[in-house]
T-cell receptor, first 113, second 113 residues
């Protein structure tokens, strides 16, 4: 089955800096890669997603890049703000796993004011 | 539009008991999926229902079961509770395609004593 590894597990940055979180996946058939943000006491919230036919996608301060050859995708957050502090999860899914999402273990992002 | 609603928010049970968790999806969403979140194992897929039929099932024992009603509301049942079942149980709904564009509820925190 699919295996997703996420790094780093903890990321501490100063307000205004950029943050990058990277995930690698094992199943070359996976074709959908979402990112979720989970704040304390809440469920995960979809913040951006990308399909395998696209190399990059941006939404204001957030961007995701996908390298299908290397089987990795990354979340980029620019101009970080304290409210970006949360746990971020990546996931991968596709026909090989019956479109069941496999999640990374999460990255705790801390943005210091 | 109301979000995904999960009840109860917190639950304390003892070993051997059974528990039923409830989930009301976003209006119009026909797919409901359930996940277990623990510090040790992360986010793991339990099962997914679409139009009252189970479409996918994760790698969990038969003590974990679910169902979906004609109004898309879903319930999850865990019988013969074990200490290791202590977790945050999350429900997510999506418009159609399994695993994509998931909208999560805030979860039910289950503690088994």
């Amino acid at each position: 089955g699919e295996n997703v590894e996420q790094h780093p597990s903890t990321l501490s940055v100063q307000e205004g800096d950029s943050a990058v979180i990277k995930c690698t996946y094992s199943d070359s058939a996976s074709n959908y890669f979402p990112w979720y943000k989970q704040e304390l006491g809440k469920g995960p919230q979809l913040i951006i997603d990308i399909r395998s036919n696209v190399g990059e996608k941006k939404d204001q301060r957030i961007a995701v890049t996908l390298n299908k050859t290397a089987k990795h995708f990354s979340l980029h957050i620019t101009e970080t703000q304290p409210e970006d502090s949360a746990v971020y999860f990546c996931a991968a899914l596709g026909p090989g796993g019956s479109y069941i999402p496999t999640f990374g273990r999460g990255t705790s992002l801390i943005v210091h004011p | 539009k109301a979000g995904v609603t999960q009840t109860p928010r917190y639950l304390i049970k003892t070993r051997g008991q059974q528990v039923t968790l409830s989930c009301s999806p976003i209006s119009g969403h026909r797919s409901v999926s359930w996940y277990q979140q623990t510090p040790g194992q992360g986010l793991q897929f339990l099962f997914e229902y679409f139009s009252e039929t189970q479409r996918n099932k994760g790698n969990f024992p038969g003590r974990f079961s679910g169902r979906q009603f004609s109004n898309s509301r879903s319930e999850m049942n865990v019988s013969t509770l074990e200490l290791g079942d202590s977790a945050l149980y999350l429900c997510a709904s999506s418009p159609d395609r399994v695993g994509e564009k998931l909208f999560f509820g805030s979860g039910t925190q289950l503690s088994v004593l």
